[in-house]
């Protein structure tokens, strides 16, 4: 997972347009306008340089297994947290595994309101608001093996909430360092690497 300090900055003119919408309907965000869809082409492309083209949930990087999907960290819609659609820390990219109707999608992460944002309480481990190192730990500076059991209750909830230790991250976690390449003909190929497997092939590569 990113942590993320720099936010996504808004110009005057934005400013003013989100000021006139209707937040509390829920449908602000999907209105058509050439605006709207401008706003949002700028805002992909400022959040794929803020985070460096990889997703703030999983770290890993994007357009390999999706393109970059903007992200409501509150959900947007009308009966959850409309008031923070546009906030600049509750906007992420994010890839379409973690943000997939069986992850993130529209799911309350949301464990305490308040309608200040920052004071919000959230059940994962928030880019913004929580630094990944104290609740994600690994057994090494590789960042490849989750060491989960060693991770916070908060961490713990994030790596069952995103799939962290599943083929798919774990596969790009590898891929990051240059050890997909060696795996491709292999039996390991596509299916879950234990801790120890994922420990040898490290060890043999790297």
């Known amino acids: 997972m990113l942590n993320l300090e720099k936010t996504i900055k808004y110009t005057l ?4 347009m989100i000021a006139a919408l209707d937040l509390a309907s829920g449908k602000s965000w999907t209105k058509r306008t050439n605006a709207m869809e401008d706003l949002k082409k700028r805002l992909r492309k400022e959040l794929d340089i803020i985070q460096e083209g990889r997703c703030a949930y999983c770290g890993n990087v994007l357009y390999v297994t999706s393109a ?25 990219a994010a890839c379409s595994y973690c943000n997939g109707c069986h992850k993130k999608h529209s799911k309350d992460v949301v464990s305490k309101r308040h309608s200040e944002y920052e004071k919000c309480e959230f059940k994962i481990v928030h880019p913004y608001l929580d630094n990944p190192n104290d609740h994600i730990l690994w057994t090494d500076d590789r960042k490849v093996i989750i060491e989960r ?58």
Request: aromatic share 10%; charged share 35%; net charge negative.
């Open 68 to 92: 970059l999907e903007i992200e409501h960290i509150a959900p947007k819609g009308k009966d959850l947290y409309p008031e923070f659609t546009f906030n600049c820390k509750n906007l992420v």
């Open 149 to 206: 059991a060693a991770s916070s209750p908060k961490g713990q909830f994030t790596i069952s909430f995103f799939g962290l230790e599943e083929p798919p991250h774990t596969y790009e976690r590898i891929k990051d360092y240059n050890l997909r390449k060696q795996l491709k003909d292999t039996p390991y190929e596509g299916r879950r690497l234990s801790n120890e497997e994922i420990a040898q092939l490290l060890d043999e590569l790297v």
């Open 13 to 16: 003119e934005e400013k003013e």
